[in-house]
């Protein structure tokens, strides 16, 4: 058993003062695989000192230089892809077929910010076009400092990848702190800073839970900017605390997303789309389109469709090659799913599937794929982000009433809709409130498109050179030429 009572400052793994430990689970065989520490402030002191010390040789280093890093990075991910997507399926529980994305999907950020460092420089001191006479002016643009960035469990590798990699484009030097709860994938990011000869103190990692690390790192005077993934709640508390000496915060927190299913839609791909953005990861997707809306004429053979494909998913141990869907990742997640299982109990919920219509395997964190129909625009699973395998689906009338229906939510991060005619598709998704419209497909994310979302669910955007620009200062050279 592996026993992680260390920090990673400064290219090496320091014991930390913490005492307290936690405990690292597998949520398919539900043993223990590892221990990690649960760090406390005085970790957060010494990564941010180290992330300090780093800054300024980093940042005169230059794009072009950086770049060879994240390459590096990129390169060494892909030689342990294999290994990395079986700790990602034990550790998160997620299907093995499903850990590739987590995989290619942060080694293509990686490269695309490579790329991106190297656009930096050479755009780096450009002319201001203007009409003042005899005035030079000149932009560059700089490294917002040093940075703290906190993640969530979902989806280990890309979340982090996602801020990662545009800080270190962007010249930053980092204090990262994965999930407590699956920390074991990112372990590997410490081992590659060293191995690519990442200058010490560029790249920090710090183990423990929200108490221990992340509100001390987020209070942190010496971060000078914050990337948060995760809940709202918790990135509020980490937006106050930020409040306090004025530093920059990025929020990509929670989803409740639409689906749209046109009157035009072939009902097969409808159901095959529908599937894949909501059971996909057994549900735990920020972006997941938790709320179909159909159009009645398809409402009942799009029900039929579904329930057949939901009878077909094959749940188990998420390393077995035919395995569909994994377990919850922590016996946590599964009790939240249960409680709103337990509210659609009480709210009278028809649920066209559900766990009273199959056996779950006999271990696991397992949660049943289940479809709930004609549900009430006031109940709380159309309201809230469930973040589990739960689809909640209600007919409409027209696109207006879907397009309302769809608008009318306080998160905005993601929607679909499916319809025969590409066009029509694409006018709906103009009309949608979303930071992502997928017109039939699902779940497609580019290194070069922004990700994040309207309303509650974040401030700013990450990926392309939006994810860039929030790394980077911009400053203003002027005088006579
Ligand atoms: P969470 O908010 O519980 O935890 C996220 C991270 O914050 C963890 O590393 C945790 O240790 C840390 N944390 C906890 N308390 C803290 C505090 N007081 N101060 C600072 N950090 C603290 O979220 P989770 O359960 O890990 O992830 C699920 C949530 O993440 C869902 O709401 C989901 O929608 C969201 N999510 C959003 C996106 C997106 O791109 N918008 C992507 C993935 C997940």
Known sequence: MQRLDHQFIDNRWIASRSERRLPVIDPYRQTRLAEITAGDASDVDAAVAAAQRALPAWQALGGERRAGYLEAFADALERRRETLMRLSASNNGKALAETAIDMDDAIACYRYYADQARALESRQGRRVEHALDGIEARIYEDPAGVVGLITPWNFPLVTSAWKIAPALAAGCTLVFKPSEVVPLPELALAEIAVETGLPPGVFNLLLGDGAGIGAP????????????????????????????????????????????????????????????????NSGQICSATSRLLVHHSLAEALYAALARRIDAIRLGDPLADDTDMGPMTSARQREAVERYLAIAKEEGLDAVRDARHRELPAQGEFVAPTLYRDVPLTSRLWCEEIFGPVLCARSVADDAEAIALANACE???????????????????????????????????????????????????????????????????????
Not at 250 to 260: N, R, T, Y
Not at 428 to 450: D, K, M
């Open 217 to 280: 790192l987020s209070a942190h005077p010496g971060i000078d900017k914050l990337s948060f993934t995760g809940s709202n709640a918790v990135g509020e508390a980490v937006m106050r605390a930020a409040a306090t000496g004025s530093r920059g915060v990025s929020l990509e927190l929670g989803g409740k997303s639409p689906i749209l299913v046109l009157d035009d839609a072939d009902i097969d791909s409808a159901a095959d789309w529908v599937m894949a953005g909501i059971f996909f």
């Open 411 to 481: 998160f905005g991060l993601a929607a679909t809709v499916i319809s025969g005619d590409a066009e029509r598709a694409r006018r709906v998704g103009r009309a949608l409130r979303a930071g992502s419209v997928w017109f039939n497909s699902e779940q497609l994310v580019l290194p070069e498109a922004g990700w994040g979302g309207f309303g509650r669910s974040g401030i700013g955007r990450e990926l392309g050179p939006w994810g860039l620009a929030g790394y980077l200062e911009i400053k203003h050279l002027i005088g006579p030429a």
